[in-house]
């Protein structure tokens, strides 16, 4: 049985710092693309961040360039999302995302999705 499990987020003042992390069970991670999505009250979920199964290939959403930063650790099946600079408007649930085809992790089409950890950043 797969399993996604996001951890890491809590609440935080604006200009400060958190780093989630989404850990993986029953895939092979290693060929599988990831990606963060969040989702604000109110509103539809977007993009934030993804990566290819080497980490070779990597995007982010322009809301986060230069402030959030994704990384994975394949012998621990476990991919990161260094978020600084936190703004207000970061405030959502935060997803993580699992497909093989990265097309379709880029697209929010992803096959396995987590139950999502909370973001609160605070002005």
């Known amino acids: 049985q797969v399993q996604v499990v996001e951890s890491g987020g809590g609440l935080v003042q604006a200009g400060g710092s958190l780093r989630l992390s989404c850990t993986t069970s029953?895939?092979?991670?290693?060929?599988?693309?990831m990606g963060w999505f969040r989702q604000a009250p109110g509103k539809e979920r977007e993009g934030v961040s993804m990566?290819?199964?080497?980490?070779?290939?990597?995007k982010y959403a322009d809301s986060v360039k230069g402030r959030f930063t994704i990384s994975r650790d394949n012998a621990k099946n476990t991919m990161y999302l260094q978020m600084n600079s936190l703004k207000p408007e970061d405030t959502a649930m935060y997803y993580c995302?699992?497909?093989?085809?990265?097309?379709?992790?880029?697209?929010?089409?992803?096959?396995?999705w987590g139950q999502g950890t909370q973001v609160n950043v605070s002005a």
């Open positions: 029953g895939l092979p991670f290693g060929v599988y693309a």
């Open positions: 990566i290819s199964f080497s980490g070779g290939t990597i």
């Open positions: 995302a699992a497909d093989q085809d990265f097309y379709k992790v880029t697209g929010g089409r992803g096959t396995y």
